[in-house]
């Protein structure tokens, strides 16, 4: 399939993209290449093949869920302008 210079210019425009005019003919093959791989993709038959999982049918192994560091809260709030009670405090923005 071949894609017009109007129709990547128009598309361009949608996208609010600009393009050197020496980069469209590179932007054109590239978008045809991608048109004929999902042609490609399209033309093959799968109405006879099952779904090999779906997701939520899946089970996810997941790992225990352990504390494996530890924080300095201390040392973290050094840098703060100002904490009180192991919290930061920030200025009220709602009244």
Do not use: F
């Amino acid at each position: 399939m071949t894609i017009a210079r109007q129709d990547i210019e128009k598309l361009c425009g949608l996208a609010r993209i600009a393009l050197d005019p020496h980069q469209l003919p590179h932007v054109q093959q590239d978008l045809e290449r991608i048109i004929g791989m999902i042609d490609a993709i399209s033309s093959v038959p799968t109405t006879t093949i099952e779904p090999l999982a779906h997701p939520l049918d899946a089970i996810a192994r997941l790992r225990p869920d352990e504390v494996t560091e530890r924080v300095d809260r201390e040392l973290l709030q050094q840098s703060a302008p100002a904490t009180r009670d192991g919290l930061y405090l920030v200025p009220r923005v709602i009244e």
